[in-house]
């Protein structure tokens, strides 16, 4: 099973808005309503963002959300802050062999 | 409040083994299955497998099979990992992670840095 694709670095201003996109197949992320994405800052664990494609845990801003079409799903960040300088993985369910696969993630550099 | 917390950082001679701990706080431990990804230097994830806590079947992903071994202690709550003839590819951050029933990881461990050096 080969990984998600994703954009290696995305970058914007603070107050923008941005999408990192993450493309699968149909085997994968256009099959199944289960892509999540995680934020990961330098030196620690990964923090659930968005799960089920498009569902934010509590606690997350909502300046994050997420949202699909076809093989591709996408995560937008809205009001772009200083904090959110990160890197982004998505990561999608891909069937009871493999189970779940992820993206090479996206390092987002807010300018 | 649901936790994770890992054993500390490793430092071991290629060929040797490490087993690292995964000890899980705040909720039932045998509800959820436990997963193990990697994280090479500079790199990014790569799931490992998971062990599903409530029978002890692990199921181990493409890569990373025969020596590494996910195992179980329910009666203190906490899932292991270890890995038999490291090699210094084996160097990585190796994380714990639950999963739930629709395969997103909500709790995190802290990870646990292995460094294989002769």
């Known amino acids: 099973q080969s990984a998600l694709t994703q954009p290696a670095s995305v970058s914007g201003s603070p107050g923008q808005s941005i999408t990192i996109s993450c493309t699968g197949t149909r085997n994968d992320v256009e099959t199944y309503n289960l892509v999540s994405w995680y934020q990961q800052h330098p030196g620690t664990a990964p923090k659930l963002i968005i799960y089920?494609?498009?569902r934010r845990p509590s606690g997350v801003s909502n300046r994050f959300s997420g949202s699909k079409s076809g093989n591709t799903a996408s995560l937008t960040i809205s009001g772009l802050q200083a904090e959110d300088e990160a890197d982004y993985y998505c990561c999608s369910y891909v069937g009871r062999t493999t189970f779940v696969v992820f993206g090479g993630g996206t390092k987002l550099t807010v300018l | 409040q649901e936790h994770l917390v890992q054993s500390g950082s490793e430092l071991k001679k290629p060929g040797a083994s490490v087993r690292i701990s995964c000890k899980a706080s705040g909720y039932t431990f045998t509800r959820y299955a436990m997963n193990w990804l990697r994280q090479a230097p500079g790199q990014g994830l790569e799931w490992m497998g998971w062990i599903d806590t409530d029978s002890g079947k692990p199921t181990y992903a493409q890569g990373f099979t025969g020596r590494f071994v996910f195992s179980l202690d329910t009666s203190v709550s906490t899932a292991y990992l270890q890995i038999n003839g490291l090699e210094a590819e084996d160097s990585a951050i190796y994380f714990c992670a639950r999963r739930t029933t629709t395969y997103y990881f909500d709790y995190w461990g802290q990870g646990t840095l292995v460094t294989v050096s002769s």
């Open positions: 089920e494609d498009v």
